[in-house]
């Protein structure tokens, strides 16, 4: 049990004398470089002779040995490694974090990326969107790998004109490096990527007057050419930023470099300018799943997503922050997975961390699987009330930002107490109090204090609740009947639903999710609303969400991004005739309609004859004018009558005339058969 912690002597000695035969030195030009006798280096390549933990790393430093692969030389000699490995998101890698995005940003417009040592993708700026357009979403998961993307048969490589000239250097390249390096990683990488069409090939002898090989690429009805440069740190003691570099593309030509300094429609606000900070995209109340009267949205929910990648990607969004109802119900439809499933792939790609917590229509338990696996891909799943009071930690040049996910609370079932391990936090006890104010001021409590605890200056919380503001209670009261819609499902306990907007001062910003109208409780509190209208009380629902930068010191600035109107929706009211011929309803033939009829009469056929003008006409009411409403009960109504004249005032009641004889003789004859199969069962039973 205890020879695995003796060091293999030989094998250290082995591993140096390949480094040094890949470096194509001697013995002897390897010992005078190092400063030592070439016995005493032979000594230690044949296992003779122990090397000391400094006699390692000067012989590393002296072979070029990769900071990672110097641990590796540790370890096998039985030291312990030299160099650490820190997360990137960690807050001791703030300043290289900075240093990247600052040479990313600096860089635009022409595109660039971070990248790790094998290619996968770090962060990116806003440009680089011209080369990852059309590359399949899989291929764009985290963690993204730039070679495979680039030369995949479904990513970059279509759009490549000299595809060959391209593919051959980087494969020849990547060659280069494993020759260098011998990272079995590496290898890997090269074998797919020669599997890929179009094999390996060598680069093809080079023209003159070329100085480098340029990347030619398709783009709309133009052809773009950049040149491509290598960045890496010069003095790393950290492996992550040891194996981390930038790739910067610059134009190859005039018409490249005019086409993107072309001036690009204005940021949402210049006012951010002026209050550097961390930026947060506010969303809520997506719905994925739901139609509207029967009518399928799931083009319309995609086009919505499709719009929020874009402005992550334009307004260099570090967060998508989905305040809850991710789903319209709990157990969603297989392609509404597929749709949430690839929106979190292009968040990441373009560079945003997703923080996500669950609705009351949400399945907690469902949308937060895997919610540990997912948080090291930057995908952060808050659905556990047990979880609500940790963090997750953020971080920019002024420091952290903490966000705190308050999940949908049920009054019924409460918190769990504090200090309850992780594996019961699903089993909480009853709360002392029902009731949303009790459950939700229970969990802004807990978030206090924990933030208090780290000495957090910069605080957001994310809640799924109906949160109301006004002065006192009566304010409030009458503040909360104006903010519903016909779409939400009812949450109240005792015949309260909602909560003070008092409860979240304090707090840098506050996304709230559940209500359906885009609102503004404070200059903190907001709530961004749903992406469509879920019902026609939304008709006139401005939709959009928040862009939110909170800079130092917490001070935060919103603005509204508005969502693309997929279909407008419009209710119409009139006889059948004027809907079908008056000009004054052209406006609305392409909206979702809502129809209220008010003939004398109900017409034949209705809703075809109006579904031909208007296509995607979705209700249709019957409320004829001058008709007064017949205020007796059902029972009082039909009581003393016979079948025939309730089933002929049924009639006179669906479409406002009299049966005919022809249909009350139908009529007689329907109630005669009944009657008559009804007595042969009597019969049959005796």
């Keep these: 049990m205890t020879t695995d912690l003796i060091p293999d002597r030989r094998a250290i000695g082995d591993m140096l004398r390949e480094w040094r035969i890949r470096r194509r030195l001697s013995q002897l030009d390897l010992a005078l470089q190092a400063g030592i006798s070439s016995r005493h280096l032979s ?3 044949t296992g003779r002779s122990a090397p000391s933990r400094d006699m390692v790393l000067r012989l590393s430093r002296q072979l070029g040995v990769p900071l990672r692969d110097c641990n590796g030389l540790l370890l096998a000699a039985g030291y312990a490694p030299a160099y650490p490995e820190a997360s990137l998101d960690s807050a001791a890698m703030a300043p290289v974090r900075a240093a990247v995005r600052h040479v990313l940003t600096a860089h635009e417009p022409f595109p660039a990326m971070a990248v790790d040592r094998m290619w996968n993708l770090l962060d990116a700026n806003a440009a680089v969107s011209l080369l990852s357009d059309g590359i399949a979403a899989e291929l764009m998961r985290p963690p993204a790998n730039m070679l495979r993307a680039s030369l995949h048969p479904d990513g970059l490589a279509p759009r490549i004109v000299n595809l060959g000239e391209w593919r051959a250097n980087v494969i020849s390249s990547l060659r280069r490096l494993i020759a260098v390096s011998a990272d079995p990683k590496h290898s890997e990488l090269l074998d797919e990527l020669l599997a890929y069409p179009g094999g390996g090939g060598e680069p093809p002898a080079p023209a003159p007057g070329r100085v480098a090989v340029p990347l030619r690429l398709r783009h709309g009805d ?3 050419a950049f040149l491509a440069t290598h960045t890496t740190f010069g003095t790393p003691l950290d492996i992550t930023v040891a194996e981390l570099s930038i790739e910067a593309f610059f134009p190859a030509d005039a018409g490249t470099a005019d086409f993107l300094r072309t001036p690009l429609p204005p940021r949402m606000s210049g006012g951010f300018a002026t209050v550097p900070g961390m930026r ?3 969303t809520s109340d997506w719905h994925l799943g739901r139609s509207l009267h029967r009518a399928d949205l799931r083009d319309a929910q995609a086009a919505f997503l499709d719009h929020l990648v874009e402005t992550v990607r334009d307004e260099r969004v570090d ?3 989905v305040a809850g109802d991710v789903y319209d119900r709990a157990i969603p439809p297989v392609d509404s997975v597929a749709l949430y499933e690839d929106a979190l792939v292009r968040f990441r790609a373009a560079g945003a961390r997703v923080i996500l917590i669950s609705g009351n229509h949400d399945s907690a338990r469902r949308l937060g699987v895997n919610s540990a696996l997912v948080d090291a891909a930057g995908v952060h799943l808050r659905t556990r009330p047990g979880g609500l009071a940790e963090p997750v930690t953020l971080h920019d040049e002024h420091g952290p930002v903490a966000v705190y996910g308050v999940p949908y609370l049920e009054p019924a079932v409460g918190l769990p ?12 006890d009853p709360p002392r109090q029902r009731g949303h104010a ?3 001021g229970d969990a802004v409590a807990r978030i206090r204090a924990a933030a208090a605890a ?5 605080t957001v919380v994310m809640a799924h609740a109906w949160v109301a503001g006004g002065a006192d209670d009566e304010e409030r009261k009458e503040t909360a009947r104006g903010q519903a819609s016909g779409s939400e499902r009812d949450i109240s306990v005792g015949g309260i639903g909602y909560v003070p907007a008092a409860l979240f001062d304090g707090f840098s910003y506050v996304a709230l999710g559940h209500l359906h109208g885009q609102q503004t409780l404070t200059e903190r509190v907001r709530y961004s609303g749903s992406p469509l209208p879920y019902s026609f009380s939304e008709k006139h629902h401005k939709k959009g969400s928040w862009l939110v930068e909170v800079g130092i010191d917490g001070k935060t600035t919103a603005e509204r991004v508005p969502a693309p109107v997929y279909r407008r929706l419009t209710e119409l009211s009139g006889r059948i005739d004027d809907l079908l011929t008056s000009a004054e309803h052209e406006p609305y033939e392409d909206d979702f309609v809502g129809v209220t009829l008010t003939d004398a009469a109900r017409p034949d056929a209705a809703m075809d004859r109006l579904r031909r003008r208007f296509p995607h006409i979705l209700t249709l009411e019957f409320r004829p004018e001058g008709v007064t409403a017949d205020r007796r009960s059902y029972r ?21 005339t009299d049966a005919s004889q022809p249909e009350r003789e139908l009529l007689e004859a329907a109630f005669a058969s009944a009657r008559d199969t009804a007595n042969d069962a009597r019969e049959g039973d005796r």
């Design 438 to 440: 009790a459950v939700l």
């Design 280 to 282: 947060f995209l506010h």
């Design 417 to 428: 107490p504090d200090g309850q391990a992780p594996a019961q936090a699903d089993r909480p």
């Design 454 to 458: 780290s000495a957090a200056a910069r």
């Design 319 to 321: 967060a998508v922050l």
């Design 222 to 224: 133009r052809e773009l």
């Design 43 to 45: 000594f230690v390549e």
């Design 636 to 656: 009082e109504r039909i009581s003393g009558r016979d079948d025939l004249t309730i089933a002929a005032e049924f009639v006179r009641h669906v479409r406002n």
